[in-house]
Protein backbone atom coordinates (compact mmCIF):
# COMPACT_ATOMS: atom_id res chain seq x y z
CA UNK A 1 0.00 0.00 0.00
CA UNK A 2 1.48 3.34 -1.20
CA UNK A 3 2.03 5.98 1.53
CA UNK A 4 -0.35 8.94 0.18
CA UNK A 5 -3.15 5.84 -0.04
CA UNK A 6 -2.07 5.59 3.64
CA UNK A 7 -2.66 8.53 4.70
CA UNK A 8 -6.06 9.44 2.94
CA UNK A 9 -8.00 8.31 6.19
CA UNK A 10 -5.45 9.81 9.16
CA UNK A 11 -3.42 12.64 9.52
CA UNK A 12 -2.16 14.75 6.98
CA UNK A 13 1.61 13.93 6.43
CA UNK A 14 4.52 16.47 6.73
CA UNK A 15 4.70 17.36 3.09
CA UNK A 16 1.29 18.26 2.78
CA UNK A 17 1.38 20.01 5.79
CA UNK A 18 4.76 21.86 4.35
CA UNK A 19 2.87 22.47 1.18
CA UNK A 20 -0.33 23.80 2.41
CA UNK A 21 1.49 26.44 4.61
CA UNK A 22 3.29 27.44 1.57
CA UNK A 23 0.20 28.01 -0.70
CA UNK A 24 -1.33 29.82 2.08
CA UNK A 25 1.24 32.31 2.38
CA UNK A 26 1.76 32.70 -1.09
CA UNK A 27 -1.96 33.15 -1.59
CA UNK A 28 -2.37 35.61 1.55
CA UNK A 29 0.38 37.58 0.18
CA UNK A 30 -1.08 37.42 -3.33
CA UNK A 31 -3.89 38.95 -1.48
CA UNK A 32 -2.65 41.66 0.10
CA UNK A 33 -0.74 43.03 -2.64
CA UNK A 34 -4.27 43.15 -4.54
CA UNK A 35 -2.51 41.40 -7.70
CA UNK A 36 -5.88 40.15 -8.74
CA UNK A 37 -7.81 43.25 -10.49
CA UNK A 38 -11.20 42.90 -9.46
CA UNK A 39 -13.07 45.29 -7.84
CA UNK A 40 -15.13 42.65 -5.23
CA UNK A 41 -11.86 41.71 -3.86
CA UNK A 42 -10.10 45.27 -3.95
CA UNK A 43 -12.52 46.32 -1.61
CA UNK A 44 -11.88 43.37 1.31
CA UNK A 45 -9.23 42.81 3.18
CA UNK A 46 -9.19 38.98 2.83
CA UNK A 47 -7.34 36.30 5.70
CA UNK A 48 -6.46 32.84 4.59
CA UNK A 49 -6.58 30.85 8.20
CA UNK A 50 -5.71 27.67 6.84
CA UNK A 51 -5.19 25.69 3.46
CA UNK A 52 -6.01 22.13 3.59
CA UNK A 53 -3.95 19.56 0.60
CA UNK A 54 -5.03 16.16 -0.97
CA UNK A 55 -2.74 13.43 -0.23
CA UNK A 56 -1.47 13.83 -3.81
CA UNK A 57 -0.99 17.30 -3.77
CA UNK A 58 -2.64 18.15 -6.64
CA UNK A 59 -5.70 19.70 -4.76
CA UNK A 60 -5.60 22.77 -2.31
CA UNK A 61 -8.62 23.86 0.09
CA UNK A 62 -7.63 27.26 0.81
CA UNK A 63 -10.31 28.62 3.32
CA UNK A 64 -10.87 32.14 3.35
CA UNK A 65 -12.73 34.84 5.05
CA UNK A 66 -12.97 38.81 4.70
CA UNK A 67 -12.33 40.88 6.99
CA UNK A 68 -15.57 41.32 8.94
CA UNK A 69 -17.14 38.62 7.69
CA UNK A 70 -19.71 39.94 5.10
CA UNK A 71 -19.83 39.30 1.70
CA UNK A 72 -18.04 36.26 1.61
CA UNK A 73 -20.52 34.64 -1.08
CA UNK A 74 -19.49 37.22 -3.69
CA UNK A 75 -15.78 37.34 -2.37
CA UNK A 76 -15.23 33.27 -2.92
CA UNK A 77 -17.07 33.65 -6.36
CA UNK A 78 -14.51 36.22 -7.08
CA UNK A 79 -11.80 34.22 -6.15
CA UNK A 80 -13.34 31.44 -8.27
CA UNK A 81 -13.24 33.74 -11.31
CA UNK A 82 -9.36 34.27 -10.54
CA UNK A 83 -8.38 30.42 -9.87
CA UNK A 84 -6.49 30.19 -13.02
CA UNK A 85 -4.86 33.33 -12.44
CA UNK A 86 -3.84 32.50 -9.11
CA UNK A 87 -2.86 29.09 -9.60
CA UNK A 88 -0.47 30.07 -12.06
CA UNK A 89 1.15 32.70 -9.74
CA UNK A 90 1.22 30.50 -7.18
CA UNK A 91 3.40 27.60 -9.59
CA UNK A 92 5.53 30.69 -10.27
CA UNK A 93 6.60 31.48 -6.71
CA UNK A 94 6.64 27.44 -5.35
CA UNK A 95 8.49 25.34 -7.35
CA UNK A 96 6.28 21.89 -7.29
CA UNK A 97 6.30 19.13 -10.31
CA UNK A 98 2.18 20.53 -10.24
CA UNK A 99 0.95 23.19 -9.70
CA UNK A 100 -2.15 21.79 -7.35
CA UNK A 101 -6.10 22.80 -8.21
CA UNK A 102 -7.43 25.31 -5.98
CA UNK A 103 -11.17 25.68 -4.59
CA UNK A 104 -12.03 27.95 -1.72
CA UNK A 105 -14.61 27.82 1.17
CA UNK A 106 -15.69 30.20 3.64
CA UNK A 107 -13.86 29.53 6.94
CA UNK A 108 -16.30 28.82 9.38
CA UNK A 109 -13.64 28.52 12.38
CA UNK A 110 -14.61 31.82 13.88
CA UNK A 111 -18.22 30.62 13.79
CA UNK A 112 -17.23 27.57 15.54
CA UNK A 113 -15.61 29.40 17.84
CA UNK A 114 -18.29 31.49 18.84
CA UNK A 115 -20.56 28.94 19.09
CA UNK A 116 -18.13 27.11 21.48
CA UNK A 117 -17.82 30.63 23.67
CA UNK A 118 -21.89 30.92 23.96
CA UNK A 119 -22.00 26.95 25.00
CA UNK A 120 -19.14 28.04 27.37
CA UNK A 121 -21.53 30.79 28.98
CA UNK A 122 -24.51 29.64 29.21
CA UNK A 123 -26.06 28.94 32.13
CA UNK A 124 -25.77 25.31 32.60
CA UNK A 125 -22.16 25.28 31.62
CA UNK A 126 -21.22 27.44 34.32
CA UNK A 127 -23.09 26.07 37.17
CA UNK A 128 -21.11 23.12 36.63
CA UNK A 129 -17.71 24.51 36.02
CA UNK A 130 -18.79 27.24 39.36
CA UNK A 131 -19.71 23.83 41.55
CA UNK A 132 -16.61 21.90 39.81
CA UNK A 133 -14.60 25.54 41.59
CA UNK A 134 -16.28 24.92 44.61
CA UNK A 135 -15.22 21.09 45.22
CA UNK A 136 -11.87 22.08 44.29
CA UNK A 137 -10.97 24.69 47.37
CA UNK A 138 -13.27 22.21 49.46
CA UNK A 139 -10.13 19.71 48.82
CA UNK A 140 -7.56 21.95 48.79
CA UNK A 141 -8.48 23.19 52.37
Known amino acids: MSRAHHQQGGAPSQRMLRVAELIRHTLSDLLSRSIVNDPVL ?10 RMSPDLKLATAFVMPLGGKD ?33 KADESFDYGDKIDALLASPQVRRDLDATHTETQKAAD
Do not use: C, M, Y
Open 42 to 51: EGHVITVPDV
Open 72 to 104: INSVIEALDRHKKFLRSEIAQRIHLRFAPDIRF
